[in-house]
């Protein structure tokens, strides 16, 4: 089946690809080619996978798919695409599968069809035009080939027998033929070891993240169900005791426990605050409702004043709003200290699988990672999702720093 | 004042229950989840209903929602969100629908207890409560800066004042000046915000929501 199967498709698949590459060559010059040739590698991909998938199904060929993950943003598709090992081997596969799926065909088709003829010969040499004088002048049906005459009947059984034989071994045969397939296949179409082992970090990374925000959540909540409360509650005692203690007589002793109620109740409320100054540093639970209701309450409290604009239509994951949000915290504390600017804008937009964060502030700009800015700690910690930091600060400003993240890592 | 308290933590509730009852006020019901809540407030008919944000099941806003819904319910209802943080889009959300009986507080606040009393008081009443956490956010949020721009330093300081829900006895005792005085300022800030004299009462509560920006 694969071997009959295979061959129209690579037909197919061979010329349209190097149409598409031929296409996109002659453009070149223009913007247009590197399109046309991103879309000849993202097709030959497509092609590819069918190829695979088809492979599994006949010939039970699994090899597992190589991932593709462009980078954000329709041009960081273009370089994903154009970059993108993947589609350039099965461009490699492609090529090379043409002649392989003809000998494939070529082996499957002779086998087969041979073997059929054979197997009927005693039937069809009757029926056929093959006929010549035996040496008495009698007229004989069958075929004579090198001399050797096959009209007797043993004759004609081995002949019919040997078409048997033929069709028994055309599995192997072809086994044989396709193993060339299934070579390019392993090789090409699935991942090289370097891509799965790209592919087992990609995964293993992003787990990390994902567990790390989970872990961040965990301490936050254990802060505010456990030593938050309990402090809270301390306060409420100390409060209680105060109010006793005021009902009471005025004794020297009296008013020295007094007092140590009330440096008691301060320092409460004191460490309360510093905790939930922690708490909130280590995850915002804010966050559960959304990045921009976290945003909505970040930028009150710098001392610029911040323009906020969130249009997030689909939520990222809740690692990738916990990155989003203390970029954001980190570069408005950055406009605080050191940009001198008067406002400063925060838009967050959503556009397909793409978080888009933009930063803006009218100070003095030159802001450079490694100032002490924290901007190439902010670098670090979006690359660790691959996202990307792009930081504009000519001198005088302004300062638009643009931050993407895919939205789930 | 009758007061149903909706507290997940067994800890806070009991403290707080104890240090209502210290003051004599009773609380008829104190609940530890949003829906039990509900229940409660049907059944007791409180004066006031002091709420925690984050409840179970989910430990997220389960209060805030029973919040907004009973103050769509039971208009007459004072309602107190009490929480470890103050955030502006819970605030915003709160006083869409005005902020006559809305308080939102931090925790922490009860540490002061005759001002936690106070702001009860003012719920009950039909009053407001908001933490200076809450003034100063939805102020730096503010989408009206402008329309502020016109008041005197003096005269913000009271309005901020009037924002957290105070009386002028105790905005006069705050900044250490007569309630006299207090009363001119508040009149300058109504003709600088355009408020005509109507019901005093709704022009204060009008000046706020400017104030904030809502």
Known sequence: MYGLAGLPLAAAGFVGIVTLLAVGLVFIITPLGLWIIALAVRSAQGLGSLHRRLAAALLDEHVRAAQFRPAPGILGWRRGVLGDPVGWRAIGYLMLKLPVAILGCAVTVAMLAYGAILLSYPVTRELDGSVFRSGSGAVRHGLSIAGLRLDSWPAALAVSVAGAGLILLAPWAIGKALMPDRLLIRGLLGRSWTSERLQDLQETRARAVDDATATLRRIERDLHDGAQARLVALAMNLTMAREELAGHGSAGELARTRNLVDIAHQQTKEAISELRDLARGIRPPILDNGLGAALATLVTRGGVPVELSADIPVRPSAAIETIAYFCAAELLTNVARHSGARSAAVDVTGPDGLLRMTVTDDGTGGARPGDGSGLAGLASRVGTVDGRIGIDSPAGGPTVVTIELPTHA | ?214
């Open chain 2, 1 to 214: 004042m009758r007061i149903v308290i909706a507290e997940d933590s067994a800890i806070l509730r009991a403290g707080l229950v104890q240090l209502l009852a210290m003051r004599g006020h009773q609380v008829v019901a104190a609940v530890g989840d949003a829906r039990s809540l509900s229940e409660a407030v049907a059944e007791h008919r409180p004066d006031v209903a002091v709420i925690d944000i984050r409840m179970p099941p989910t430990h997220t806003d389960e209060g805030m929602r029973v919040a907004i819904a009973l103050r769509r319910e039971q208009p007459g209802l004072g309602v107190l969100v009490f929480s470890q943080y103050i955030e502006t889009s819970f605030a915003a959300e709160l006083l869409a629908d005005g902020a006559a009986g809305v308080g939102y507080l931090l925790k922490d606040r009860v540490a002061d207890l005759d001002d936690f009393i106070d702001a009860l008081t003012r719920l009950a009443a039909g009053g407001t409560a908001l933490d200076p956490e809450v003034v100063t956010q939805l102020l730096n949020a503010g989408r009206r800066r402008d329309a502020l721009a016109e008041l005197s330093p003096r005269e913000r300081q009271v309005l901020a004042l009037m924002a957290e829900g105070r009386t002028n006895a105790a905005i006069a005792a705050v900044l250490a000046v007569s309630e006299r005085a207090v009363e001119r300022q508040i009149a300058s800030i109504f003709a600088k915000l355009d408020l005509p004299p109507s019901e005093t009462k709704h022009r204060r509560v009008l000046a706020v929501l400017r104030y904030l920006g809502l």
